[in-house]
């Protein structure tokens, strides 16, 4: 593993169903993050963890939830999927050195 | 509340220098960021600025007054692959990054 993957790449899941996207980071960062991107918008947080075992609430956190059971893993959950949340989905980390923010590779998520 | 207010489209020639602009308000200010967003692809670092003044890396430069709440990115010898979106944030009190919508830059031979 190089930086930070995710997975899947791309899916299409059905309305109320539960879906969880990967992340996984081998830079040791202590802080990782998970935003959406939609057209015409910015990046919003939906949650972030400054270090393993905490987790925070970002800009959008409604239906989704993380955890931070390592420093590697932050996994995020749609416990009930809903159309409103179709997105392009980035999981970033950062260490405590730089604040530079580095970023997956992004999921294409479709609930439909 | 928080704002960052960027361009939503600018258009440049091949060869020439263009400068995208952004305005800030925000809880608290500690330092700002540029990436760079090739379409489909996720969002790379270029540069950051917690100081007033330009801080130059080859082709790219980004300047910083934190008084005024703005800042630029000069990008000069464009080439095609400069086409991209290019995306201000700034690193608010809690330290967490507020981002703005991005500027989709447009390069035309």
């Known amino acids: 593993i190089a930086g930070i993957t995710q997975a899947p790449t791309s899916q299409i899941l059905a309305a109320g169903r539960r879906m969880t996207l990967r992340c996984t980071q081998d830079?040791?960062?202590?802080?990782m993050y998970w935003y959406r991107q939609d057209l015409g918008l910015g990046l919003r947080l939906i949650h972030y963890s400054n270090t393993a075992g905490t987790t925070g609430k970002g800009e959008v956190p409604d239906g989704y939830s993380v955890s931070r059971a390592n420093t590697d893993d932050f996994p995020l959950t749609l416990a009930s999927a809903v159309p409103s949340q179709t997105s392009v989905y980035f999981c970033a980390s950062a260490g405590l050195a730089t604040n530079e923010q580095f970023f997956g590779p992004g999921t294409r998520l479709t609930v439909l | 509340g928080q704002n960052i207010d960027q361009p939503t489209e600018m258009t440049a020639t091949e060869g020439a220098i263009v400068q995208i602009n952004c305005t800030y308000q925000?809880?608290?200010?500690?330092?700002l960021f540029w990436y760079q967003q090739h379409a489909g692809e996720a969002p790379t670092f270029l540069s950051y600025?917690?100081l007033d003044g330009l801080e130059e890396k080859g082709r790219f430069s980004s300047f910083l007054s934190r008084s005024k709440g703005y800042s630029y990115l000069l990008l000069k010898e464009l080439q095609m692959k400069d086409s991209a979106s290019y995306l201000c944030?700034?690193?608010?009190?809690?330290?967490?990054?507020?981002w703005g919508a991005g500027t989709k830059l447009i390069i035309k031979p």
């Open positions: 830079m040791r960062h202590n802080a």
């Open positions: 944030a700034v690193l608010d009190s809690n330290y967490q990054l507020i």
């Open positions: 600025n917690v």
């Open positions: 925000t809880s608290g200010f500690n330092g």
